[in-house]
């Protein structure tokens, strides 16, 4: 990456996490162009949107997008809307699952009351037959995502995963621990701004760690989410699965909504299980920008269409 794609980069993610540019965002919704990215404001539009992918051969897992939140009864109301996701899902047999942000359930503010809004929503997916992916957000919080996820497991509720940023020195740790742990695994290259001191500042030193991680993870056998829109890579990932006999029913392939939907679909139709990251609700800016970030090209696309607007 050149110096100024790297500080593009930066900028675009310095203000995902500003109030004032969220605030002049959402003023105009969003026909601001995150509507690629965003399924709608809400639940039903999700679901719309989750029922369609169905449809053409993709499972889904769905995100209440909200984070950076202020108060725990922001947490509670975001904690309420997973639960009646849940319901919702199990109501129309929509195949997907959900992923949360830990930091939108209250853990920075109040890591218990943050654990049991989690548990009340893990708890809820179990009695439905259903999973609860931890996103894992900025590595301040790396620690406390993995103990609340080893802590429920350790209550034996197993419906419940994290993810592991390929980008961190320290990951390829966690995921030895979480292998000796059994752990259900979403592996990422990862996508928040981190100093050079915990993540690797090059993408080809990324990449290494990335398929360093997922032969480890398909030689163990335990059941991992690949995620990534990385072509190459998920090449490799065939070829390697082919290689070494890895069964297709223990990991599957994850990309996000709106991002190479036509390659999604044409693993899918190879036979590979690919699930769509299907985000929704009001609070799109942060989710959005880090689209933005991860491809300059994006931020293009952006102006062409409010140019049209
Ligand atoms: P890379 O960035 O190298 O992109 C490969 C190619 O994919 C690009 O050349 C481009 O063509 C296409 N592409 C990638 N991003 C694009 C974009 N935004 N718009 C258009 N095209 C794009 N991160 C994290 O820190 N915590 C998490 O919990 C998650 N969760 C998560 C779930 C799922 C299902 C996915 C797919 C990704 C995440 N991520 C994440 C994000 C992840 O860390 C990473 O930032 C993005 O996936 C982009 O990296 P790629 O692996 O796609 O490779």
Known sequence: MDWTTKLFRSLLLALAGNRAAEALALKYGLRLGADKFVAGETRAEALR??????????LATIDHLGEGIRHLSEAEAFRDEYLALLEDISQEEAKANVSLKPTQMGL??????????????????????????LDMEDS??????????????AEGMGNVGVVIQAYLYRSEYDIRRLSSEKGNVRLVKGAYKEPKDKAYPKMSEVDIQFKRLIKRRLLSGLYTGIATHDEPIIEWTKRFVEVHQVPLHTFEFQMLYGIRMKLQEELAAEGYTVRCYVPYGRLWFPYFVRRLAERPANVAFLLKSLRKK
């Not at 890591?111 to 259903?130: H, Q, S, T, W």
């Not at 301040?140 to 497991?153: F, I, K, P």
């Open 108 to 133: 920075a503010l109040d890591p218990e009351a943050g654990y049991r809004n989690i548990r009340e929503i893990v708890d809820k997916a179990r009695a439905l037959g259903n999973f609860v992916r």
């Open 140 to 153: 301040r919080y790396t620690d406390a995502t993995l103990q609340v996820a080893r802590r429920l497991h």
């Open 49 to 58: 949107t989750v029922k369609q992918l169905n449809a053409n051969g993709l």
